[in-house]
């Protein structure tokens, strides 16, 4: 190579421009994400270390055994996860992460936290206007944890789903916005319809247990639950049975197409999935992982759960049906 190219090149290459950083707005988002993470990470590791803060005595968090300790670690690495997802979402690096290594991470994030955006403002607002549980009940309360942890991780958790959303739109709309752009299209094959149709089933079943739940029916609940049911836990049920049947539309709705624009029908499909899913599996976990044995855990529990799971999953076969046939389109 001559002198004369070596200095072409390298004046080629200094002025090319760097890639821009994030703007004011999603710099502020970013330091709410992290700073949100705190609360989560400080309790899960100082329970870790041992440490009983915000465990009352008597709750089932003490118990002996491996489970809790286990399920400390994991929650702990899964919300430091976020710490990552933000870092991805802001970082020039961020648009090299392959995106089967991230779609999964996103996935459960959305599914965990979207919940809990719906139903923990929902449980504060019936306790404010006088619906929460009273004295009698809270006192028959079986204990788990102190009432400011949840104020403060679930608070946390809201900012962090807050926060996340505003930094993943603009990230997802520069890397995979010519996926969702126009209409849905011609609907999809029929083995996909099949899927979406075993979903939505499935999503009406699971939705009419946990609503018969949410509004006081005892059918299949463990006397445990029947005894500590009121109308805050009534939230999470119904918040539970609407996130299946949203899964369920949404697959359904992708698979058969239309006009209708493709961006909502791929945030409703991806939300309700989500939710279904996550949440399926965690209680699937939950309710079979305890050591005690007063706490029955009834087979319409384990069914109702694993079927909130299946639901979620069936969403997301379709889902990634769809992202799938706009890839070749695209």
């Not at 100082?46 to 491996?66: K, N, T």
């Amino acid at each position: 190579m001559t002198t004369r190219a070596v200095h072409t090149s390298e004046t080629t290459y200094a002025a090319q421009p760097s890639a821009p950083g994030p703007g004011t707005g999603r710099r502020v988002l970013r330091a709410v994400a992290l700073a949100a993470t705190a609360p989560y990470l400080c309790l899960k590791g100082a329970w870790l270390a041992g440490s009983h803060i915000g465990i009352p005595d008597g709750s089932v968090l003490l118990e002996p055994g491996m489970f809790f300790k286990v399920a400390n670690a994991v929650t702990l690495v899964m919300d430091a996860a976020v710490i990552v997802l933000v870092l991805v979402f802001t970082r020039p690096w961020g648009r090299r992460v392959p995106s089967w290594l991230l779609t999964l991470p996103v996935f459960v994030a959305t599914g965990l936290l979207v919940p809990i955006v719906v139903a923990f403002p929902a449980q504060l607002l019936m306790r404010a206007v006088g619906l929460g549980p009273d004295a009698a009940a809270e006192a028959a309360r079986e204990p788990f944890l102190d009432p400011w942890v949840f104020n403060a991780v679930y608070s946390g958790f809201i900012v962090q789903a807050v926060a996340l959303a505003g930094l993943f739109v603009p990230y997802a709309r520069k890397r995979w916005g010519s996926r969702w752009q126009g209409v849905q299209g011609k609907r999809l094959p029929s083995p996909t319809g099949v899927v979406a149709g075993a979903a939505a089933a499935l999503a009406v079943a699971v939705a009419a247990v946990q609503l018969t739940w949410a509004f006081g029916g005892t059918a299949g609940l463990s006397a445990a639950q029947i005894a500590q049911f009121n109308p805050e836990t009534g939230v999470v049920f119904a918040t539970h049975g609407i996130c299946a049947l949203v899964a369920g539309a949404g697959a359904v709705n992708l698979a058969r197409g239309g006009a209708r624009r493709a961006r909502w029908a791929l945030a409703v499909a991806w939300t309700g999935s989500a939710a279904a899913a996550s949440w399926g599996l965690w209680l699937l976990i939950a309710t079979t992982g305890s050591t005690d044995a007063t706490k029955d855990v009834t087979t319409a529990m384990v069914l109702t759960y694993a079927g909130q799971m299946i639901t979620g999953l069936l969403a997301a076969a379709v889902l990634a049906r769809f992202l799938a046939s706009r890839r070749s389109t695209a």
